[in-house]
């Protein structure tokens, strides 16, 4: 059994079309393990933790549930923090 394909979204995060590469200076990239961001987590993360809007209102405006919302929010900052405490590259993918 397959699951189920990923709903669209109406994703207007400012990094959906580039791609962004953060690490700790003075590390070279072939040393560092990598994190990736998907342009979805950024959206959620901007709108919940950047604009203050409620994961319900945030769901509206990309347009899936608010349990969708809150998974990404979760998996958007666990990504984030174990790049930054644990001294990884964050890669934040384009679409």
């Known amino acids: ?3 189920r394909p990923k709903k669209p979204r109406r ?7 580039t791609e962004g590469l ?7 990239m072939s040393e560092l393990m990598r994190v990736v ?7 959620a993360l901007l709108l919940c933790d950047g604009q203050g ?13 608010r349990g ?5 929010v979760t998996s958007g900052r666990k990504k984030l923090i174990t790049a930054v405490v644990e001294g ?4 934040i993918e384009a679409d």
């Open 37 to 43: 961001l998907e342009h979805d987590e950024v959206e």
């Open 68 to 72: 969708t919302v809150q998974r990404l």
């Open 11 to 17: 994703c207007h995060c400012p990094m959906q079309r």
């Open 1 to 3: 059994m397959s699951p």
């Open 22 to 28: 953060y690490k700790p200076a003075s590390v070279p």
């Open 88 to 91: 990884h590259a964050l890669i």
């Open 53 to 65: 809007l409620t994961q319900e209102e945030a769901g509206q405006k990309i347009g899936v549930s």
